[in-house]
């Protein structure tokens, strides 16, 4: 099992269960990365293309983004966190503390506590 790490954990939650509070821009850029990302993952140039296709590479600002993902990614995390602190609550596990994989999980895959 991966090792837990507080900011990454942050980060996935947020931008995965609060999506609404991010910016066009900012969840362009995440789009881009993970269709970037499959790009790399290939060794098909023809499936490289297609895949790059899908954000636009001339659009320097979302490229810049893109260079400095995991800064970008925390730092708009960190904003939305700020802004909307009232209205989102991360869900963690009462044994552990640990944060759960989702709003409505009852049990923790870190710890193997379960309150169902
Ligand atoms: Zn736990």
């Not at 269709?35 to 659009?59: C, G, I, P, V, W």
């Not at 759960?100 to 169902?116: F, K, S, V």
């Amino acid at each position: 099992m991966r090792e837990y790490n507080e900011e990454e954990e942050l980060n996935r939650y947020v931008w995965e269960f609060f999506s609404q509070f991010f910016t066009t821009k900012e969840l362009e850029a995440q789009r881009a990365v993970h269709f970037e990302t499959k790009a790399q993952d290939t060794d098909s140039e023809a499936t490289q293309r297609m895949l790059r296709k899908k954000y636009d590479q001339n659009n320097p600002e979302l490229i810049e983004a893109m260079n400095n993902w995991p800064q970008f990614r925390s730092k708009a995390r960190k904003r939305v966190m700020e802004k909307h602190s009232g209205e989102i609550s991360i869900n963690r596990c009462q044994d552990c503390s640990r944060i759960l994989r989702t709003p409505e999980a009852l049990q923790c895959l870190w710890c193997g506590a379960d309150w169902h």
